[in-house]
């Protein structure tokens, strides 16, 4: 039962990276059907993320008013048709509204499938559920551009927008027939929108909650650097082609997939924080290798890229207790605690890799050093929580 849950769990939240990744070997493609500049073409991704981050906010909410199942299968019901929608646009104009749809449907899955898990599990089985959850999730970056890329050569664009749709269309049926609801109706809180708002800036003003909430974001910001320098670090620093993305994100992904394993395994065995700690240790050994070597030498594969294997490796271990412990202040608003969580990190995620990585893609050397700054604040946001863990009592209510 533990496994179908964590397979449809993991469904639901490769949604929306899926929507995010699959479709950008199709630029180009696109540009060329709708008769669209390049700078439409990348808002089309820009305001898909920006509502992604938006939704985040309130589908826990949603789901502590109105039930974990309803908010999903409504969710997807929308992201099916902005799909379907997508995949007939006529124009750049009708193709963004669908993105804009899409991205504001896509985050239910990963934020409310993180509540259902505390609704469920507790302790070291719901750390172990949690990293099967992202370990089969870390696949979807690697495995969705390759993807993409298929599609659009062998059926063009618009097939990579029918693939969303009808993977929209699985998880639905997924959840219609094998997810049962996990928040009784007696748990639920009644929708009022004064007390929500008045919940959110308590969770907000949680020195704890909120210092964890940034550790994780700001460690992930790592991985986010080399994402939104993707393109740059492949071609122009390492000099290879436009098909040896591999290289990248092979080590990045892996080392995420073998981390969350090794976390699962470690739930019942060792303490959170101990695990926090061993992460965080990988983490800056990585940071401190990746900086010496693009100190001194020029990169290349597979020396530049190995760094990368061992920070991912670490940050799999550490992110899913920092979560968990961030969750647990408060046990009866899972829901909303969990959209605050994934707002926090999805924001700092879309402002490295928008922001900062543009200012840093020119040099292997400034990118090791953006992840070691990203890791030592995390890190420090770390030490602060611990620094005075006043913890809300189990059972406690906002």
Same mark, same amino acid.
């Given at each position: ?158 097939? =990579?927008? &029918?693939?969303? /749709? ?5 998880? %639905?049926?997924?959840?219609?027939? !094998?997810? $049962?609801? *996990? +928040? ?116 290349? =594969?597979? &020396?530049?890229? /190995? ?5 991912? %490796?670490?940050?799999?271990?550490? !992110?899913? $207790?920092? *979560? +968990? ?74």
């Amino acid at each position: 039962m533990n496994t179908l849950l964590t397979l449809l769990l993991a469904g639901l939240s490769m949604v929306g990276p899926l929507a995010i990744d699959t479709y950008l070997p199709s630029f180009p493609a696109i540009a060329r059907s709708l008769d669209a500049s390049p700078l439409l073409i990348q808002q089309t991704l820009s305001m898909f993320l920006f509502c992604f981050a938006f939704m985040m906010l309130f589908y826990g909410t949603l789901s502590d008013s109105f039930g974990r199942r309803p908010v999903i299968l409504i969710s997807l019901l929308l992201y099916i048709a902005a799909s379907i929608a997508g995949a007939l646009a006529p124009s750049i104009g009708v193709l963004l509204v669908c993105r804009i749809v899409q991205g504001l449907a896509a985050g239910a899955g990963s934020v409310v499938g993180r509540a259902i898990i505390q609704d469920r599990f507790s302790g070291a089985t719901a750390q172990k559920i949690m990293s099967h959850v992202m370990m089969i999730f870390g696949l979807c970056p690697a495995i969705a551009p390759v993807l993409g890329g298929w599609l659009q050569v062998g059926f063009g664009w618009r097939s =990579v927008f &029918w693939f969303l /749709a009808a993977f929209g269309v699985l998880m %639905f049926v997924a959840v219609q027939r !094998m997810l $049962p609801e *996990s +928040l009784a109706e007696k748990d639920r809180h009644p929708f009022h929108p004064g007390v929500i708002a008045a919940n959110y800036w308590k969770v907000l003003c949680h020195r704890q909650f909120l210092l964890l909430s940034v550790a994780v974001g700001t460690s992930f910001a790592g991985v986010a650097l080399y994402i939104g320098s993707a393109a740059y670090f492949v071609m122009d620093i390492l000099h290879l082609p436009e098909t040896a993305f591999a290289w990248m994100f092979v080590p990045l992904i892996s080392g995420m997939v073998i981390g969350s394993g090794l976390s699962g395994k470690f739930a019942h065995r060792t303490s959170r924080a101990a695990q926090v700690w061993a992460g965080f240790a990988i983490m800056l050994t990585a940071g401190v290798i990746n900086v010496a070597y693009n100190s001194y030498f020029t990169a290349t =594969v597979p &020396w530049a890229v /190995a760094p990368l294997f061992i920070y991912t %490796f670490g940050l799999a271990l550490a !992110m899913t $207790p920092l *979560s +968990l412990l961030a969750l647990e202040y408060f046990p009866n608003n899972n829901g909303l605690a969990s959209s605050l969580q994934s707002f926090i990190q999805m924001i700092l995620f879309a402002l490295v890799s928008g922001l900062v990585a543009p200012l840093l893609f020119d040099s292997a050397l400034k990118l090791a050093w953006g992840v070691l700054v990203s890791l030592v604040v995390s890190l420090l946001a770390w030490v602060w929580a611990q620094a005075g863990q006043a913890k809300i009592p189990a059972g406690a209510s906002l």
